[in-house]
Structures are given as structure tokens and as C-alpha cells.
């Protein structure tokens, strides 16, 4: 079983910037591939960053790639997102979650591939 708990969240003018963290409680947090996934009002949620068990591989989607990065600490059980060069349309609730990896390189932009989610935290981007 893994527990994760977001934060970081919050209110920023477009252009600026937020680090997302994510902390995991549990055993074997560096046998788990790690995601970030988020959903605006209205839509479905959409995959943002991965990266894979031991941190040495990452995969973003084009709308966010070159100004979100993904990074791990697999000594603090914690994942993190920095976004910069935010934009409006980048408000949404903000997801972590975390799935099994067999390899040491697998990322997974499918949330079927992931086991474990966390609640969430809101990230709002104003004008």
C-alpha cells in the first residue's frame, strides 16, 4: 500500500512559477514509476510527467514539455513537478500517482498503469 499527499499548490500570475511535491508513505517507494496527472473543470484528466523508478527516464506530453520538469528523491519518498512559464490554461487540480515498474527505465503516460493516487492540489494561473 502507498499513500500519496500532494501540496504546492496554489495561486500564480501567468508567467511565474510553482514546485509540486509529492510525498509517499509506504515501503519500496523506488519500486514504483511515478506520474503526474491533472484535470480542469469540465475535462478529463490528462498525463503530464513521468519518470521512471530511479529517475533516469522522463516523459512529458508537448503541451507542457521545456517548461515542467519531474524529479524524484527516492531518499525522501518524494516526487516533484516544477512548472514554470505557467499559462491559464494550465489550472487545474493536479494529481500524483504511482504504478509498479518492472524495469528500471519504464514510464507510463497511462493512468491504468498507475495503482496508487493521491487527492489532488489546485493549481490556479491568473491573467
Known amino acids: 500500500q502507498v499513500q500519496l499527499v500532494e501540496s504546492g499548490g496554489g495561486l500564480v500570475q501567468a508567467g511565474g512559477s510553482l514546485r509540486l511535491s509529492c510525498a509517499a508513505s509506504?515501503?519500496?517507494?523506488?519500486?514504483?514509476?511515478m506520474g503526474w496527472f491533472r484535470q480542469a473543470p469540465g475535462k478529463e484528466r490528462e498525463f503530464v510527467a513521468a519518470?521512471?523508478?530511479?529517475?533516469?527516464?522522463?516523459n512529458y506530453p508537448d503541451s507542457v514539455k521545456g517548461r515542467f520538469t519531474i524529479s524524484r528523491d527516492n531518499a525522501k519518498n518524494t516526487v516533484y513537478l516544477q512548472m514554470s512559464s505557467l499559462k491559464i490554461e494550465d489550472t487545474a487540480l493536479y494529481y500524483c500517482?504511482?504504478?509498479?515498474?518492472?524495469?528500471?527505465?519504464?514510464?507510463?503516460?497511462?493512468?491504468?498503469?498507475?495503482?496508487?493516487w493521491g487527492q489532488g492540489t489546485q493549481v490556479t494561473v491568473s491573467s
Open positions: 500517482a504511482a504504478g509498479l515498474a518492472a524495469t528500471d527505465w519504464s514510464t507510463f503516460r497511462a493512468e491504468s498503469r498507475y495503482t496508487y
Open positions: 509506504g515501503r519500496a517507494f523506488s519500486a514504483y514509476a
Open positions: 519518470i521512471s523508478r530511479i529517475g533516469g527516464t522522463r
